[in-house]
């Protein structure tokens, strides 16, 4: 079974620019959650998809970040413009409807502002 | 929203002794509790899991349990090695529930000197 993908593993950019990521989940898991996990602290809810629908956007900071998941497949965070804090891992997980048991991390992306 | 806390932040210990990790929760609708190992630079690893409908579970040398009454649920690894050392990340979620997403304490810094 493939794991869940997500490019690129490492960005750096300046602050005030904008970045994009992109996660494809575990083929048949229709649930998608983004996660920031800052250095030293555990990852932190960003946002979480059911198909192509949001079900949780409560901690997403949408002055600057937004996600999409249009076909209900893979899905793309954007930070405009970043700041110095946006600097942390974001992870992107999968899992099954209702479903915790099967949920799986990918890589991450590793982003730095300076 | 669930809230979890996560003690200690580090730990050390010898190779051989046996390490605690504690977790508290808040929601009582929480009824997965699943345990992360991540090492530097690489994503969370589901180490062990368990369920609210059972106290304790055991794989070799790591166990977990739980006390839903008082909303605390524990990783032990006994025999420690070297390979142990790594963040280990406690977390709560209610599967099969509407709200069903993991939310994580802050991680645990393990360090098993030889």
């Known amino acids: 079974e493939a794991g869940v993908a997500q490019s690129p593993r490492y960005k750096i950019i300046e602050k005030r620019q904008s970045v994009a990521f992109w996660c494809n989940p575990i083929?048949?898991?229709?649930?998608l959650y983004w996660y920031q996990q800052i250095l030293g602290q555990g990852p932190k809810l960003l946002i979480q998809?059911?198909?192509?629908?949001?079900?949780?956007d409560s901690q997403l900071p949408k002055d600057r970040f937004s996600a999409e998941r249009l076909k209900g497949v893979d899905s793309t965070l954007k930070i405009q413009p970043a700041k110095l804090e946006d600097s942390a891992v974001y992870l992107c997980?999968?899992?099954?409807?209702?479903?915790?048991?099967?949920?799986?991390f990918g890589s991450g992306t590793r982003l730095t502002v300076v | 929203g669930e809230n979890v806390e996560q003690h200690p932040s580090t730990l050390s210990v010898q190779e051989g002794d046996s390490a605690v990790i504690k977790c508290t929760y808040s929601?009582?609708?929480?009824?997965?509790f699943p345990w992360y190992k991540q090492e530097l630079g690489k994503r969370p690893q589901l180490i062990i899991d368990?369920?609210?409908?059972?106290g304790e579970k055991k794989d070799q040398r790591i166990a977990v349990t739980l006390n839903k009454t008082a909303k605390h649920f524990s990783l032990h690894i006994t025999e420690t090695q070297p390979e142990d050392s790594a963040v280990y990340f406690c977390?709560?979620?209610?599967?099969?529930?509407?709200?069903?997403?993991?939310?994580f304490g802050k991680g645990t810094l393990l360090t098993v000197n030889p």
């Open positions: 997980a999968s899992s099954l409807v209702g479903d915790l048991y099967g949920y799986t």
């Open positions: 083929s048949g898991h229709a649930t």
């Open positions: 998809f059911q198909n192509n629908g949001v079900v949780d």
């Open positions: 929601d009582s609708a929480s009824n997965y």
């Open positions: 368990i369920r609210s409908n059972v």
């Open positions: 977390a709560a979620g209610n599967s099969g529930g509407s709200n069903y997403k993991l939310t």
